[in-house]
């Protein structure tokens, strides 16, 4: 305190403190008075020469905080408080000194009125006197900042008292924390108060170990924990914890401290554990799969639709996996043994198994049903599935997008069979059409109306199916981003393998008609059948074709256009390749049976036996009637075609038995049965010189050419019956009659009635030849049989 005083009072601790009489060297000036110069402070070249000192109290360069912490430093605290009581007395007695001063020297200034003389002396006295009145000010200004920063210091100290008060709250606190914890730690208490309780006070435990008190309050609180570390464990192997729970119960040993390798297994089983009781549950709705060596049984009918399948396995499969991912990274990020490879290998085998789930509930799907359905089944999983990949990129990205690719395909493969089916059933239905028996007085459906309903049928039914076959590329689904769907579904799946397989399959299916009961000798449709074919495969090679591709490309753009198509011409070739092959096998159907009964009424009669005709043979006339149905039903469907020019007279053409028609009349005495040699000499002359007749050449698509097609095989086949047979005289006139009969009515039919003049022509000279007897009837006889008949 003495000290402290000493320091506080310096040279102004006394108003005659620092007075001197100290004269300038020489020059006879007189300093200020000591108050005074306290007061208004030193000169400013002593300023300059003193050194500065921040702790002086009453220097110039007086600094409170150097002053405070000086103080602060050497003095306790109990100096400090007496110091600031003594300033406030002195502060108070300097205040009533200074009261008294101004009474004393205002009595002094009335009384100095009195003379002048007296007021010359005491204005010295006064001078002093203000002297020392304004040391006294400087004093009590002086004091007035030490009481000042005295009262910071006091606050200051205050300040340091709460703090030890807080210090002791907390160690308070400390003590208390064993109890704490071991009333939220209990079993049904608090854990998660337990762990925060025991985060805040760990620190400063393991900081003041070294202390005994506080080494005792850690130990048990250790031992607390690690109880609650042993119910957590225990309870971390509770099969019926949810995701939240197990992941808050990982989160509580990890703030343990306990080995995060082993929670990341833990956690990993518990969640494998879950997650394969979810797949289980999604398996029991699926039949057991069929064993390969067991006989194929059709499984029953699942017991919900695809859709109902799909969110159960998405809202509780991938549903907790995503939200067991997303805990996985949150409880071990930066973590030593716990990384994203043991997550991606635990996600990636448990996703396959769920692929495959999916995968044997898609093939369950057997029919077409509800595609509608389907897409969006699909497109809730492709969804679901990329939530899933933001989170864990290598969970069956892959494999994901390749399952619904399949199930795309496989739909439009069934597509595909549904097509190829009701073409079947719609030809099955023209066949039932054809073959149906007709009341009298009553018509059925004709070729062209049979045919219309058909390719009606058959391209809406296309149509529909690309309509539906659409929505695995509508822009609101998800999938359909996938480059599979801009590229290769486009062109491979539906343009390839449904539009261009079903039309290549119908020109297959309808050229087997033709090619299949060929090699069996029978044939297997009935010849309506394969015109209608043969015109539907040419209408097809004509628009039909190329307006299914165009339909197809503008539904189905594709982006990538380096993959192969097949060609609208190459398609069209197809078509045209199976209407030709049906057009020439109905003509050789019909013309087979026209000429298989030519063919039974030569084997069937007695030639050389017969007597002298009168009429004309039936069969003859049930060929022409034949023809003619052939040419109206030919004509229902083909054009007429271009026929040669035809000479006036062909309808009274004379048919010899001997020659040609166009052998000179005069010449026809000459050749008699005596010599016969002349005759097969002229015959086989006049063939040099004559067209070669193609019997099986390719049919054109009209009328005239199917005509003369199946009259050249039935005359063909009479021909060669004929030259197996022996004739007398009245068999050779029989033929003869038969033979103008012919021609009379087969020449309008044909393209060139040469032609059926001269297969009729080798009929009557193979006849001759074959005659014992060749003597002929007179053409006037035969023209009024062939008119009368």
Request: aromatic residues 6%; hydrophobic residues 40%.
């Given at each position: 305190?003495?000290?402290?005083?000493?320091?506080?009072?310096?040279?102004?601790?006394?108003?005659?403190?620092?007075?001197?009489?100290?004269?300038?060297?020489?020059?006879?000036?007189?300093?200020?008075?000591?108050?005074?110069?306290?007061?208004?402070?030193?000169?400013?070249?002593?300023?300059?020469?003193?050194?500065?000192?921040?702790?002086?109290?009453?220097?110039?360069?007086?600094?409170?905080?150097?002053?405070?912490?000086?103080?602060?430093?050497?003095?306790?605290?109990?100096?400090?408080?007496?110091?600031?009581?003594?300033?406030?007395?002195?502060?108070?007695?300097?205040?009533?000194?200074?009261?008294?001063?101004?009474?004393?020297?205002?009595?002094?200034?009335?009384?100095?009125?009195?003379?002048?003389?007296?007021?010359?002396?005491?204005?010295?006295?006064?001078?002093?006197?203000?002297?020392?009145?304004?040391?006294?000010?400087?004093?009590?200004?002086?004091?007035?900042?030490?009481?000042?920063?005295?009262?910071?210091?006091?606050?200051?100290?205050?300040?340091?008292?709460?703090?030890?008060?807080?210090?002791?709250?907390?160690?308070?606190?400390?003590?208390e924390v064993p109890g704490r914890l071991r009333r939220w730690a209990a079993p049904g208490g608090d854990p998660g108060r337990a762990l925060r309780c025991y985060g805040r006070a760990r620190a400063v435990l393991r900081h003041y170990r070294h202390l005994p008190s506080f080494r005792a309050i850690e130990d048990e609180s250790q031992h607390i924990m690690a109880d609650l570390a042993r119910r957590l464990r225990a309870r971390l192997r509770d099969d019926t914890l949810d995701p939240k729970e197990l992941t808050e119960c990982v989160e509580m040993l990890l703030q343990l401290?306990?080995?995060?390798?082993?929670?990341?297994?833990?956690?990993?089983?518990?969640?494998?554990?879950?997650?394969?009781?979810?797949?289980?549950?999604?398996?029991?709705?699926?039949?057991?799969?069929?064993?390969?060596?067991?006989?194929?049984?059709?499984?029953?009918?699942?017991?919900?639709?695809?859709?109902?399948?799909?969110?159960?396995?998405?809202?509780?499969?991938?549903?907790?996996?995503?939200?067991?991912?997303?805990?996985?990274?949150?409880?071990?990020?930066?973590?030593?043994?716990?990384?994203?490879?043991?997550?991606?290998?635990?996600?990636?085998?448990?996703?396959?198994?769920?692929?495959?789930?999916?995968?044997?509930?898609?093939?369950?799907?057997?029919?077409?049903?509800?595609?509608?359905?389907?897409?969006?089944?699909?497109?809730?999983?492709?969804?679901?599935?990329?939530?899933?990949?933001?989170?864990?990129?290598?969970?069956?990205?892959?494999?994901?997008?390749?399952?619904?690719?399949?199930?795309?395909?496989?739909?439009?493969?069934?597509?595909?069979?549904?097509?190829?089916?009701?073409?079947?059933?719609?030809?099955?239905?023209?066949?039932?059409?054809?073959?149906?028996?007709?009341?009298?007085?009553?018509?059925?459906?004709?070729?062209?109306?049979?045919?219309?309903?058909?390719?009606?049928?058959?391209?809406?039914?296309l149509k529909a199916v690309l309509a539906y076959v659409q929505l695995f590329t509508a822009r609101d689904v998800a999938f359909a981003s996938l480059p599979y769907f801009k590229g290769e579904f486009c062109v491979e799946a539906v343009r390839e393998g449904l539009v261009v397989s079903f039309v290549r399959w119908l020109c297959r299916t309808a050229r087997g008609f033709a090619d299949g009961p060929t090699e069996r000798g029978a044939p297997a449709a009935p010849p309506a059948l394969l015109l209608l074919l043969a015109r539907l495969c040419l209408d097809y090679e004509a628009?039909?074709?190329?307006?299914?591709?165009?339909?197809?490309?503008?539904?189905?753009?594709?982006?990538?256009?380096?993959?192969?198509?097949?060609?609208?011409?190459?398609?069209?070739?197809?078509?045209?390749?199976?209407?030709?092959?049906?057009?020439?096998?109905?003509?050789?159907?019909?013309?087979?049976?026209?000429?298989?009964?030519?063919?039974?009424?030569?084997?069937?009669?007695?030639?050389?036996?017969?007597?002298?005709?009168?009429?004309?043979?039936?069969?003859?006339?049930?060929?022409?009637?034949?023809?003619?149905?052939?040419?109206?039903?030919?004509?229902?469907?083909?054009?007429?075609?271009?026929?040669?020019?035809?000479?006036?007279?062909?309808?009274?053409?004379?048919?010899?038995?001997?020659?040609?028609?166009?052998?000179?009349?005069?010449?026809?005495?000459?050749?008699?049965?005596?010599?016969?040699?002349?005759?097969?000499?002229?015959?086989?002359?006049?063939?040099?010189?004559?067209?070669?007749?193609?019997?099986?050449?390719?049919?054109?698509?009209?009328?005239?050419?199917?005509?003369?097609?199946?009259?050249?095989?039935?005359?063909?086949?009479?021909?060669?019956?004929?030259?197996?047979?022996?004739?007398?005289?009245?068999?050779?006139?029989?033929?003869?009659?038969?033979?103008?009969?012919?021609?009379?009515?087969?020449?309008?039919?044909?393209?060139?009635?040469?032609?059926?003049?001269?297969?009729?022509?080798?009929?009557?000279?193979?006849?001759?030849?074959?005659?014992?007897?060749?003597?002929?009837?007179?053409?006037?006889?035969?023209?009024?049989?062939?008119?009368?008949?």
């Amino acid at each position: 305190m003495a000290e402290e005083e000493a320091v506080g009072s310096g040279s102004g601790g006394s108003p005659e403190a620092g007075t001197g009489t100290s004269t300038g060297t020489g020059s006879g000036w007189r300093r200020p008075h000591g108050p005074l110069q306290r007061y208004y402070g030193p000169s400013a070249a002593e300023a300059a020469e003193a050194a500065p000192d921040p702790a002086d109290i009453n220097g110039p360069n007086f600094d409170p905080e150097v002053y405070l912490t000086k103080v602060r430093s050497e003095c306790p605290l109990g100096q400090l408080l007496a110091r600031e009581a003594a300033l406030g007395r002195e502060i108070r007695a300097l205040d009533s000194d200074m009261q008294t001063l101004l009474y004393e020297n205002y009595n002094k200034f009335i009384s100095a009125t009195d003379t002048i003389r007296k007021m010359k002396v005491d204005f010295r006295r006064m001078e002093a006197e203000m002297d020392d009145l304004a040391a006294n000010m400087a004093a009590i200004s002086t004091s007035s900042a030490r009481v000042s920063a005295a009262l910071q210091e006091g606050h200051r100290r205050g300040a340091q008292l709460a703090g030890v008060q807080a210090l002791l709250r907390k160690l308070q606190s400390l003590v208390e924390v064993p109890g704490r914890l071991r009333r939220w730690a209990a079993p049904g208490g608090d854990p998660g108060r337990a762990l925060r309780c025991y985060g805040r006070a760990r620190a400063v435990l393991r900081h003041y170990r070294h202390l005994p008190s506080f080494r005792a309050i850690e130990d048990e609180s250790q031992h607390i924990m690690a109880d609650l570390a042993r119910r957590l464990r225990a309870r971390l192997r509770d099969d019926t914890l949810d995701p939240k729970e197990l992941t808050e119960c990982v989160e509580m040993l990890l703030q343990l401290e306990e080995p995060p390798e082993e929670l990341c297994q833990e956690f990993l089983c518990h969640a494998g554990a879950r997650l394969e009781a979810e797949l289980a549950a999604l398996e029991t709705e699926l039949p057991p799969p069929a064993e390969p060596s067991g006989a194929a049984a059709t499984p029953p009918p699942p017991a919900s639709d695809i859709l109902d399948f799909v969110d159960r396995g998405s809202s509780s499969f991938v549903g907790t996996l995503c939200l067991l991912a997303s805990s996985y990274r949150s409880l071990f990020a930066g973590r030593p043994g716990a990384g994203d490879e043991r997550l991606a290998a635990f996600s990636c085998a448990l996703t396959a198994r769920y692929f495959q789930l999916l995968e044997r509930r898609l093939a369950l799907e057997r029919g077409l049903g509800d595609t509608s359905l389907l897409v969006r089944a699909l497109d809730r999983f492709h969804r679901r599935l990329r939530a899933l990949l933001e989170l864990l990129p290598g969970a069956g990205a892959e494999a994901g997008a390749a399952l619904v690719a399949r199930a795309a395909r496989e739909r439009v493969e069934r597509y595909l069979r549904a097509l190829q089916t009701f073409f079947m059933g719609c030809l099955g239905d023209v066949r039932q059409a054809l073959a149906a028996p007709r009341p009298p007085g009553k018509e059925g459906p004709g070729l062209p109306d049979l045919l219309a309903t058909l390719a009606s049928s058959v391209l809406g039914q296309l149509k529909a199916v690309l309509a539906y076959v659409q929505l695995f590329t509508a822009r609101d689904v998800a999938f359909a981003s996938l480059p599979y769907f801009k590229g290769e579904f486009c062109v491979e799946a539906v343009r390839e393998g449904l539009v261009v397989s079903f039309v290549r399959w119908l020109c297959r299916t309808a050229r087997g008609f033709a090619d299949g009961p060929t090699e069996r000798g029978a044939p297997a449709a009935p010849p309506a059948l394969l015109l209608l074919l043969a015109r539907l495969c040419l209408d097809y090679e004509a628009t039909t074709i190329s307006y299914i591709l165009t339909l197809t490309d503008e539904q189905f753009p594709p982006q990538d256009t380096g993959l192969v198509v097949t060609p609208g011409p190459s398609l069209c070739a197809e078509a045209r390749g199976a209407a030709q092959r049906l057009l020439d096998h109905y003509v050789q159907v019909q013309g087979a049976a026209v000429a298989q009964m030519l063919r039974k009424s030569v084997e069937t009669r007695d030639w050389l036996g017969t007597v002298e005709p009168r009429n004309v043979r039936a069969v003859m006339k049930r060929v022409v009637e034949d023809i003619t149905a052939i040419d109206l039903q030919v004509g229902q469907l083909l054009e007429e075609g271009v026929r040669r020019a035809q000479s006036s007279d062909s309808s009274r053409r004379a048919f010899s038995v001997y020659s040609s028609s166009r052998a000179p009349a005069r010449y026809a005495p000459s050749y008699t049965p005596s010599a016969p040699m002349d005759t097969h000499l002229l015959s086989n002359i006049q063939k040099l010189f004559s067209e070669r007749i193609d019997i099986f050449s390719p049919v054109e698509f009209n009328k005239v050419s199917v005509l003369t097609g199946i009259i050249k095989i039935s005359l063909k086949t009479l021909l060669e019956c004929v030259r197996l047979r022996t004739l007398g005289r009245f068999g050779l006139q029989q033929v003869q009659v038969d033979g103008h009969y012919l021609q009379l009515y087969l020449w309008r039919f044909a393209a060139d009635e040469r032609v059926v003049q001269g297969l009729l022509d080798e009929v009557a000279a193979s006849a001759t030849h074959r005659c014992l007897d060749p003597v002929p009837m007179e053409h006037s006889v035969v023209e009024l049989i062939c008119e009368r008949g």
